[in-house]
């Protein structure tokens, strides 16, 4: 039978990261809070900071968060700027059915609680 999946706030993985920080080994947390080490290893990698220059470091979410927003932008670009309209009016169809059969599927939306629409 398989495991019931469970799921932790951020707040907690936060306190958990936190910890580790500040010299708890990954076993005593593990066995302290019953978390699996992998499990813990993963929110540490999330929150590793990565230079992007001598200014600058990033998360490894934020830099995940960054590479699919360029991936949709590149997506955006080629719909609008790569393909020739004749008209006004078949620009503006053309455009209207990209964001509601692909855009709206894909982008999340706050107003909405995060849900696609």
Same mark, same amino acid.
């Given at each position: 039978m398989a495991k019931r999946q469970r799921y932790y706030t951020k707040e907690f993985r936060?306190?958990?990261v936190e910890l580790y920080n500040s010299g708890? %080994?990954?076993a005593e947390l593990s066995s302290e !809070?019953?978390?699996s080490k992998s499990t813990i290893n993963r929110w540490l990698k999330r929150v590793k900071p990565i230079t992007v220059n001598k200014y600058t470091t990033i998360t490894s979410a934020e830099y995940q968060a960054m590479l699919n927003k360029m991936a949709r932008l590149e997506e955006e670009?080629?719909?609008v700027n790569l393909v020739t309209y004749c008209d006004f009016n078949t620009a503006r169809i053309a455009i209207f059915e990209y964001i509601e %059969?692909? !855009?709206n599927r894909k982008k999340l939306h706050s107003s909405i609680g995060y849900m696609t629409p």
């Open positions: 936060k306190t958990i708890k %080994s990954l !809070y019953g978390i670009k080629e719909e %059969s692909w !855009y």
